[in-house]
C-alpha cells in the first residue's frame, strides 16, 4: 500500500467540500473577491475557483502566493510571468516551479523572498547556493534546516527579524540572549514558546502588534489587558483582528466593529461542508454497506445459526 505523505493529506483535505461560516455566509452582500484573493487558506482558493469566473485576473494579484495555486501553475507555466513575486513567497513552493522560475531571474526581490520561504524546495535551493542568501530575510524562515544553518553562521543573524521567526529552536536561541529580542516584533511571534517568553517581559508588549498574535493564549490576553476606551497602540486594533483566525470568536461577538474589507482575508471564515460530504459520499457507503450485508458468506452464517430468509431480510 502506497504511504500517506502529508503533501497527500494536505490534498484531500482542502479538497473537500468547504463554505463560508455562518457569520461569514450572514455578511457576504459585503464580500469583495479580491480582498478574498489575500486569504492564505487553501479553502480561499477553491472557493474562488467554484463560484467566480475571473480566476486568471485574481491569480495576477495575491491568490499566486496561496498555497493551493502552486499545483495550478505547474499545470499554467505560461501564466506565472506576472506574478513571480507572489509566487516565490508561496509556503509551499514546489521544486517544478522553481526551477521554471530560476533562469533569468536576477532582480534583488526574487533572493529576498525566497530566503524567507519555509518550503523545502526553496531551502535546498538556498542551503546549495549560499552565496544567494538574504541573510536578513532568511532569519525569519522557519524551515528547521534554515534555522540550523542560522545557528552555524550567528554573525549572520539579524535578532528583530529572527524575533519574528515561529521555529521553536530560533525562540531558544531567543531565549538564550534575551536582550537581543526585538520586542515590537516578538509581540506577533504565534508559537506558544514565544508567548510563554513574552510574558517574562510584559511591560515590553506591543499591543498593536499582538492583535497579528494567532496564538489563542495571546489573543486572549490582549483582550484582558488592552486598554479598551483607547485606539491602538495600547488599546484594540480592529483592523488587524478582522484578518486574525485566533480572532473569529471575538469577530463574531462584535460584528459591529470587524473590519469586512480585511475580514475577508481571515482563513478562519471556512468551514468544513459536512453536509456535502455526506451527500457525496452516502451513495458510495450505501454501496459498500450493501456488499457487506449482502456477501453470500454472511447469508450463509446466518443460516446456519438459525434464522429464516424473512428474518434475513427484515433485519438487513
Known amino acids: ?25 450572514a455578511h457576504k452582500w459585503k464580500m469583495d473577491v479580491f480582498m478574498l484573493a489575500y486569504n492564505p487558506s487553501p479553502a480561499a482558493f477553491h472557493y474562488i475557483r467554484k463560484y467566480h469566473s475571473n480566476i486568471l485576473d ?67 535551493h538556498l542551503l546549495a547556493n549560499p552565496e544567494r542568501i538574504m541573510w536578513v530575510e532568511f532569519c525569519t524562515n522557519s524551515n528547521s534546516r534554515a534555522v540550523a544553518f542560522l545557528r552555524k553562521n550567528p554573525s549572520k543573524i539579524n535578532y528583530s527579524y529572527l524575533s519574528t521567526n515561529t521555529n521553536s529552536s530560533a525562540i531558544r536561541m531567543l531565549a538564550a540572549d534575551p536582550a537581543q529580542i526585538d520586542f515590537d516584533q516578538f509581540s506577533m511571534n504565534s508559537n506558544p514558546l514565544a508567548f510563554k517568553l513574552l510574558m517574562e517581559y510584559p511591560e515590553q508588549i506591543n499591543y498593536n502588534n499582538l492583535a497579528f498574535n494567532t496564538n489563542p493564549a495571546a489573543l486572549a490576553y490582549l483582550f484582558e489587558n488592552a486598554i479598551l476606551e483607547y485606539p491602538y497602540p495600547f488599546g484594540l486594533n480592529w483592523r488587524i483582528l478582522s484578518g486574525n483566525p485566533a480572532a473569529i470568536s471575538y469577530l463574531e461577538a462584535n ?29 458510495e457507503l450505501l454501496d459498500q454497506l450493501m456488499m457487506v450485508s449482502l456477501h453470500p458468506d454472511r447469508i450463509d452464517r446466518l443460516v446456519k445459526m438459525g434464522f429464516t430468509s424473512k428474518e434475513i431480510a427484515a433485519n438487513l
Do not use: C
Open 255 to 283: 460584528p459591529e466593529k470587524v473590519v469586512f474589507p480585511k475580514f475577508w482575508e481571515n482563513p478562519a471564515i471556512f468551514e468544513m461542508d459536512y453536509q456535502s460530504i455526506f451527500d457525496e459520499r452516502l451513495p
Open 1 to 25: 500500500m502506497a504511504s500517506l505523505t502529508i503533501e497527500k493529506l494536505r490534498h484531500q483535505i482542502v479538497a473537500a467540500p468547504i463554505k463560508l461560516s455562518p457569520f461569514a455566509q
Open 58 to 124: 485574481l491569480l495576477t494579484g495575491s491568490m499566486a502566493s496561496n498555497p493551493s495555486s502552486i499545483a495550478y501553475f505547474e499545470e499554467h507555466p505560461d501564466e506565472m510571468e506576472y506574478v513571480i513575486p507572489n509566487i516565490i513567497s508561496n509556503p509551499m513552493l514546489s521544486a517544478k516551479v522553481l526551477e521554471m522560475l530560476l533562469p533569468n531571474n536576477t532582480m534583488p526581490y526574487f533572493y529576498q523572498r525566497l530566503s524567507a520561504n519555509p518550503s523545502n524546495a526553496a531551502v535546498d
